[in-house]
Nanobody, 123 residues
């Protein structure tokens, strides 16, 4: 069974950090682009950042530039999203998604999706 599983979400204070994980099973992430998307309450899902199969990052949400970093650990078949300097506006459910080779900001281009992990930034 091919699936992605996110973990690492939780409640954090403004200015804090979290690391989200996206672990794949049933297939290798090595030839896939992995995107992180998020959906805040009452808003549409948006692309946050992505990593091409070449391990080059593509950032889609300007508000996270310099604060969020995406990395791939090939041996663990896992992609990580490091969230730093978190703001209340980052509160959302975060999803990872996979498509072959290259990133796009369009969620409909992605084939595999995880179930999402919630991030709440609040004091």
């Amino acid at each position: 069974q091919l699936q992605l599983v996110e973990s690492g979400g939780g409640l954090v204070q403004p200015g804090g950090s979290l690391t989200l994980s996206c672990a794949a099973s049933g297939f290798s992430l090595e030839t896939y682009a992995i995107g992180w998307f998020r959906q805040a309450p009452g808003k549409e899902r948006e692309g946050v950042t992505c990593i091409h199969y070449t391990n080059v990052e593509a950032t889609y949400a300007g508000s996270v530039e310099g604060r969020f970093t995406i990395t791939r650990h090939t041996a663990k078949n896992t992609v990580y999203l490091n969230l730093n300097s978190l703001e209340p506006e980052d509160t959302a459910i975060y999803y990872c998604a996979a498509r072959e080779y290259w990133c796009t900001p369009n969620e409909y281009d992605y084939v595999y999706w995880g179930q999402g992990t919630p991030v709440t930034v609040s004091s």
